[in-house]
């Protein structure tokens, strides 16, 4: 399938209304640049001082966490569709391994290292004569705040470095430059991605070093966006986040806890004509948006209301009184209420035809200061799950051209498959890639 510039553009956004925060859903609404990671200050709101970054919190033993630790085991990585955390990571890596053996050794010490922060199995002290096995800036396990690391793999790992041209998941391919999408190639693509997620900023940080520390031979930092999501309180089916243009972002997403609709949106199945190997994994799509948030607050609010499809302050579509009411587009067939190029009308026609196209959204706002121009820097990390890649590229080519286009830029990103879950203790990520 063909993608157009303009498309695409409209796609990466539109996951959701939506743009994608955090919980991001997948029903009607769906969505970063970067500039170097870097410092941001508490952008959650909270008025607690431990409610992100507080030592005190991250004691030593997993004290004070605040969540719990997360079972790795099963048919899919358990970080793809856990609950929503405030904190989330992205770390792209290019691969150096010298051949596939090097290279299957790699993704073996990648799951030990991710099983054993996930579950909070504590680390050996060793002898002061020796480097300590762990930074000890969070205590010895981490904190249990539901940490997670999913393992995704991109079109690259599939050349001709390792002999794994033929086990390619069918439609990925690296992510398109497309012209006017502003693609960073430093930011975009690599061999391996990790998305990290947790309630605290330190533990995501604490992750990636004794991951990094066990990959080291093999993995080579690519690019990496640091992420947030302020968390409220919420009604089943609710999204609980806004992204930085102020509206509730993620509405109607697909329920992580019903079955029945992760398999037929999500997981890849026996009978996808995909390898085998890559059953009960997922095609990930990640764009970073740049929302050019100066421009968009001198914006009158109905127009930015019109643009997106719902009320800003309780997130309600149009025609609607709360969050969790269903637009009728039947009974709008004119857009007298609904434009009909809002944001969530395109993303989500609610039709039979575009029926199959849903997304399981998990977006992170993002903030890297600002940029040579003295402009704020900030935007959406849209992610996205999806069984088939079509999924995804049919909503970007309803997006195409859509007014909210001229308030943000993708600039980086990419796409990438979610590796299939270990079931047992004595399996490993991507094991099925060398049987």
């Given at each position: 399938m063909?993608?157009?510039?303009?498309?695409?553009?409209?796609?990466?956004?539109?996951?959701?209304?939506?743009?994608?925060?955090?919980?991001?859903?997948?029903?009607?609404?769906?969505?970063?640049?970067?500039?170097?990671?870097?410092?941001?200050?508490?952008?959650?709101?909270?008025?607690?001082?431990?409610?992100?970054?507080?030592?005190?919190?991250?004691?030593?033993g997993?004290?004070?966490g605040?969540?719990?630790?997360?079972?790795?085991?099963?048919?899919h990585?358990?970080?793809?569709?856990?609950?929503?955390?405030?904190?989330?990571?992205?770390?792209?890596?290019?691969?150096?391994?010298?051949?596939?053996?090097?290279?299957a050794?790699m993704?073996?010490?990648?799951?030990?290292?991710?099983?054993?922060?996930?579950?909070?199995?504590?680390?050996?002290?060793?002898?002061?004569?020796?480097?300590?096995?762990h930074?000890?800036?969070?205590?010895?396990?981490?904190?249990?705040?539901?940490?997670?690391v999913v393992t995704?793999?991109?079109?690259s790992?599939?050349?001709?470095?390792?002999?794994?041209?033929?086990r390619?998941?069918?439609?990925?391919?690296?992510?398109?430059?497309?012209?006017?999408?502003?693609?960073?190639?430093?930011?975009?693509?690599?061999?391996?991605?990790?998305?990290?997620?947790?309630?605290?900023?330190?533990?995501?940080?604490?992750?990636?070093?004794?991951?990094?520390?066990?990959?080291?031979?093999?993995l080579?930092?690519?690019?990496?966006?640091?992420?947030?999501?302020?968390?409220?309180?919420?009604r089943?089916?609710?999204?609980?986040?806004?992204?930085?243009?102020?509206f509730?972002?993620?509405?109607?997403?697909?329920?992580?806890?019903?079955?029945?609709?992760?398999?037929?949106?999500?997981?890849?199945?026996?009978?996808?004509?995909?390898?085998?190997?890559?059953?009960?994994?997922?095609?990930?799509?990640?764009?970073?948006?740049?929302?050019?948030?100066?421009?968009?607050?001198?914006?009158?609010?109905?127009?930015?209301?019109?643009?997106?499809g719902?009320?800003?302050?309780?997130?309600?579509?149009?025609?609607?009184?709360?969050?969790?009411?269903?637009?009728?587009?039947?009974?709008?067939?004119?857009?007298?209420?609904?434009?009909?190029?809002?944001?969530?009308?395109?993303?989500?026609?609610?039709?039979?035809?575009?029926?199959?196209?849903?997304?399981f959204?998990?977006?992170l706002?993002?903030?890297?200061?600002?940029?040579?121009?003295?402009?704020?820097?900030?935007?959406?990390?849209?992610?996205?799950?999806?069984?088939?890649?079509?999924?995804?590229?049919?909503?970007?080519?309803?997006?195409?051209?859509?007014?909210?286009?001229?308030?943000?830029?993708?600039?980086?990103?990419?796409?990438?498959?979610?590796?299939?879950?270990?079931?047992?203790?004595?399996?490993?990520?991507?094991?099925?890639?060398?049987?």
């Amino acid at each position: 399938m063909t993608v157009d510039r303009r498309t695409f553009l409209r796609g990466a956004v539109a996951s959701g209304a939506t743009l994608g925060v955090g919980a991001c859903r997948s029903g009607d609404d769906a969505s970063p640049p970067t500039s170097a990671p870097g410092d941001r200050t508490d952008t959650t709101g909270s008025t607690d001082p431990d409610a992100r970054n507080g030592p005190a919190n991250l004691g030593g033993g997993g004290g004070g966490g605040g969540g719990e630790y997360l079972e790795f085991e099963g048919r899919h990585q358990t970080g793809i569709a856990a609950p929503t955390t405030e904190d989330g990571l992205l770390v792209a890596f290019r691969c150096t391994a010298s051949d596939r053996d090097e290279l299957a050794a790699m993704f073996q010490a990648l799951t030990d290292e991710s099983r054993r922060l996930m579950t909070g199995e504590p680390y050996e002290e060793r002898e002061p004569a020796f480097p300590p096995l762990h930074t000890g800036h969070v205590g010895n396990p981490a904190p249990a705040v539901n940490l997670s690391v999913v393992t995704s793999v991109g079109a690259s790992l599939f050349d001709d470095r390792f002999g794994l041209a033929d086990r390619r998941p069918r439609d990925l391919v690296k992510m398109p430059f497309l012209a006017n999408d502003r693609l960073d190639p430093q930011r975009s693509h690599g061999d391996v991605l990790l998305t990290i997620a947790s309630g605290h900023e330190d533990v995501n940080l604490f992750a990636l070093r004794q991951l990094m520390r066990v990959t080291r031979s093999s993995l080579t930092l690519h690019w990496m966006l640091e992420g947030y999501n302020r968390r409220t309180e919420a009604r089943k089916g609710e999204a609980g986040v806004r992204n930085l243009m102020g509206f509730v972002d993620g509405t109607s997403n697909l329920d992580h806890e019903d079955t029945a609709a992760m398999d037929r949106y999500v997981w890849v199945a026996d009978g996808d004509r995909e390898p085998a190997w890559a059953t009960d994994g997922s095609y990930h799509v990640v764009r970073v948006i740049r929302m050019l948030v100066e421009f968009w607050d001198r914006t009158k609010l109905s127009e930015q209301e019109a643009l997106i499809g719902r009320r800003k302050e309780t997130g309600a579509p149009l025609d609607g009184d709360a969050e969790l009411d269903v637009p009728d587009y039947d009974a709008d067939p004119d857009g007298a209420l609904t434009p009909l190029d809002a944001h969530i009308r395109l993303a989500n026609p609610r039709t039979t035809k575009t029926d199959d196209d849903l997304l399981f959204r998990r977006g992170l706002n993002f903030s890297r200061g600002f940029d040579r121009d003295g402009l704020l820097d900030q935007g959406l990390a849209f992610a996205s799950f999806q069984r088939r890649m079509s999924q995804f590229l049919n909503t970007q080519e309803r997006l195409a051209g859509e007014p909210l286009e001229e308030y943000i830029r993708p600039q980086g990103g990419g796409f990438y498959f979610a590796l299939p879950g270990v079931t047992d203790s004595t399996g490993w990520l991507g094991q099925g890639l060398f049987a």
